[in-house]
T-cell receptor
Framework: DTAVSQTPKYLVTQMGNDKSIKCEQNLGHDTMYWYKQDSKKFLKIMFSYNNKELIINETVPNRFSPKSPDKAHLNLHINSLELGDSAVYFC????????????FGQGTRLTVV | GQQLNQSPQSMFIQEGEDVSMNCTSSSIFNTWLWYKQDPGEGPVLLIALYKAGELTSNGRLTAQFGITRKDSFLNISASIPSDVGIYFCAVSGGGADGLTFGKGTHLIIQP
């Protein structure tokens, strides 16, 4: 009964590969997000989706593309992975009426070798 | 982009001590939040502040939203071992545009 679940928890892959991270929330929220946390623990917003519409894209390379098949899912696809993409990626969700109160998944540690 | 200045960067304290950390911004924000991240986990919301001047408690935690809407502090009283982790301040610009986080305060408790 995890509120926000993302898979896989760990992902090790070679440069140049394409990979996806899945995220699902069972909270009935209408907005979902992807955040990136670097090696210094700095958290930065990447995308948010509200009612299947992309709201923001914070200077993220277009190799990254979010895909939302429905309100409960927001998957992250990454093409042509680079070493600098290594980080922990967090999915989160919130309800637009209290959008600041976000619930986060456990994170996916991506290592590009 | 927006920047939050969070301090201190890390704290080494003894169990039972009180802790204080703060966050400032050059811009005004209408919502300030404090999150905690345990190792290997995602951030968890501790306190959300919606009114300038508001003082809110959650157990041993107390947070205040600065009257200028440009700062906030978080206090933890009588620290215990499970308080160890990274504490982040965050602001919301309103709308579904996500949160801007401070760089975090690493809290380490020495027995």
């Amino acid at each position: 009964d995890t509120a926000v679940s993302q898979t896989p928890k760990y992902l090790v892959t070679q440069m140049g590969n394409d990979k996806s991270i899945k995220c699902e929330q069972n909270l009935g929220h209408d907005t979902m997000y992807w955040y990136k946390q670097d090696s210094k623990k700095f958290l930065k917003i990447m995308f948010s989706y509200n009612n299947k519409e992309l709201i923001i894209n914070e200077t993220v390379p277009n190799r990254f593309s979010p895909k939302s098949p429905d309100k409960a899912h927001l998957n992250l696809h990454i093409n042509s992975l680079e070493l600098g993409d290594s980080a922990v990626y967090f999915c989160a969700s919130s309800q637009s009426s209290r959008e600041a109160e976000a619930f986060f998944g456990q994170g996916t540690r991506l290592t590009v070798v | 982009g927006q920047q939050l200045n969070q301090s201190p960067q890390s704290m080494f304290i003894q169990e039972g001590e009180d802790v204080s950390m703060n966050c400032t911004s050059s811009s005004i924000f209408n919502t300030w939040l404090w999150y905690k991240q345990d190792p290997g986990e995602g951030p968890v919301l501790l306190i959300a502040l919606y009114k300038a001047g508001e003082l809110t408690s959650n157990g041993r935690l107390t947070a205040q939203f600065g009257i200028t809407r440009k700062d906030s502090f978080l206090n933890i009283s009588a620290s215990i071992p499970s308080d160890v982790g990274i504490y982040f301040c965050a602001v919301s610009g309103g709308g579904a545009d996500g949160l801007t986080f401070g760089k975090g305060t690493h809290l380490i408790i020495q027995p």
